[in-house]
């Protein structure tokens, strides 16, 4: 029963997507960078029992010209663990997930931060493994070029191989504490990791006792070849982003098979794909919601989000012409070019409306009544589309306050939905075994060649 109930992230950074989300009438305009605003708002989605709070991060403002950047209202966020571990001390049961690069940071100080938080939140710590698709990112960090896509992701694999690694430095009953001989922690319990690979040499082991989870819940949202293979390999959750229930199913279909074929249980994965959702008391109000949202976005962002996507400059084309068919592929994210350019296809836009539609937010939405997207989120988990849902809520806080008070409780009283956390860690909200150490079987030492 529980594995068939709808598993509920919120999308907190940008804590709206939408890029007209802080001109609405009553949003926050300072919602991305308010503490205040921020914890008002994790303690809804408490009250509202959501799995998880995610802290997406970019590592360089939006690569947009000027005239786009200066009307972004995520031109500025909070660095992610010192605002979840702040959070953690306002809530109780909430997951909080945090996006860490393995291109642009260590994995001794990506093991280090996610632990600390496991530990500081009590178990509801979650990794989103992310290889940073932004390629001004590369210039914040010593680098003039962006590493090339398949680079990035073999080193992303290498790279979640030594973070595990290190989580596993120590038996969980490693630390006596013997007052009376002296001793702290039994030697025999500490491994030290000594990894050298293509990309990375780490020593160990980590100066941090194993998370409480084991591991902080891993998480992807790569949907390339590479990316699905990743996440196949190494995955617990997945953010993806899918255009429609054909699309959901697919994919959902194809993670689970790719599990199987390398000895991985299917039902250890949660796919959530992100999802806007917009209510109205009628399918015409909540149209008319939308419309006045996207009526938000000026031109410049719209074209700007467009380059983003493709990975090439849109200003270039003819706005009023279909998107031209030789667009080359880009070192940033091949599956959002890919969704661009399917889009444009399937709905026959100009460059114009293609921007349009890209600049407010192009991704899955659920635009209705609390029955009808009620219907829509019953569809894909029924059909096993998906587990649930990353939302995202299209302004602040009003969006929010409307899918917890009213589409949760529609969800609860269809059965959909559970009414109270059933479990303490993140882990156990969402069914997801404990890993076992790889180095140590209940505390005890595994055989050296079990070690790697
Ligand atoms: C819900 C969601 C959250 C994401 N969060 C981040 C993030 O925090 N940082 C980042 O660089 N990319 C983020 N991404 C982008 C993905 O990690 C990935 O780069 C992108 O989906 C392209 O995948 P591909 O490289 O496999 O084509 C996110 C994507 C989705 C759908």
């Known amino acids: ?81 010192t605002l979840l571990a702040a959070l953690s001390q306002a ?66 694999r290498e790279f979640y191989k030594v973070v595990t690694g290190l989580w596993d430095s120590w038996a969980d009953d490693a630390f006596i504490r013997d007052v009376e001989s002296g001793t702290f922690f039994e030697p025999d319990k500490m491994h030290v990791l000594d990894h050298k690979g293509e990309f990375l040499s780490v020593r160990g082991p980590l100066n941090i006792a194993r998370p409480i989870q084991g591991w902080p819940v891993i998480v992807q949202a790569g949907a390339s070849e590479a990316g699905r293979q990743l996440a196949a390999e190494t995955a617990e959750m997945v953010f993806t982003a899918l255009p429609n229930m054909k699309a959901g199913k697919a994919f959902t279909a194809d993670i689970k098979n790719r599990m199987r074929k390398i000895g991985r249980n299917p039902d250890h994965m949660m796919i959530m794909p992100a999802c806007f959702v917009l209510l109205g008391d009628t399918k015409e109000e909540a149209q008319r919601k939308r419309s006045l949202l996207d009526s938000k976005v000026d031109y410049a962002n719209a074209i700007a989000s467009l380059s983003i996507a493709l990975g090439h400059d849109a200003s270039r084309f003819d706005p009023d012409k279909p998107l031209p068919d030789d667009i080359p592929e880009s070192n940033a994210s091949q599956s959002g070019r890919q969704r661009a350019i399917e889009l444009a296809r399937r709905e026959n836009l100009t460059v114009r409306q293609l921007a349009q539609r890209l600049g407010g937010f192009g991704g899955l939405a659920m635009v209705g009544t609390v029955g009808s997207v009620a219907d829509e989120m019953e569809e894909w988990l029924t059909t096993s589309a998906s587990d649930g849902f990353t939302i995202q809520f299209p302004y602040l806080p009003g969006a929010l306050d409307e899918f917890c008070t009213q589409l949760v409780p529609e969800l609860q ?40």
């Open 413 to 452: 009283r269809r059965g959909l939905y559970r009414r109270a956390y059933e479990g303490k860690t993140l882990r156990e909200h969402l069914g997801l075994p404990r890993p076992e150490n790889r180095f140590f079987k209940n505390g005890d030492r595994r055989a050296a060649n079990a070690a790697e």
């Open 91 to 156: 809530t109780e049961h909430i997951g909080l997930l945090a996006t860490g690069s393995t291109t642009f940071d260590a994995p001794y100080h990506i093991a280090r931060r996610f632990a600390s938080l496991d530990h500081i939140s009590g178990g509801r710590a979650g990794w989103n493994i992310v290889t940073t698709s932004n390629p001004d990112a590369a210039l914040n960090f010593g680098l003039e070029e962006h590493m090339e896509h398949d680079e990035r992701y073999r080193r992303a």
């Open 1 to 81: 029963m529980t594995n068939r109930q709808l598993r509920l992230n919120a999308f907190m950074r940008p804590a709206s997507i939408h890029t007209g989300a802080w001109r609405y009438p009553g949003a926050w305009p300072d919602m991305n960078f308010n503490f205040a605003h921020i914890k008002e708002c994790i303690r809804k989605l408490e009250a509202a029992i959501f799995d998880g709070f995610f802290m997406a991060d970019h590592m360089a403002v939006l690569n947009m010209p000027m005239d786009a950047l200066k009307r972004s209202h995520t031109s500025t966020s909070f660095e992610p663990f």
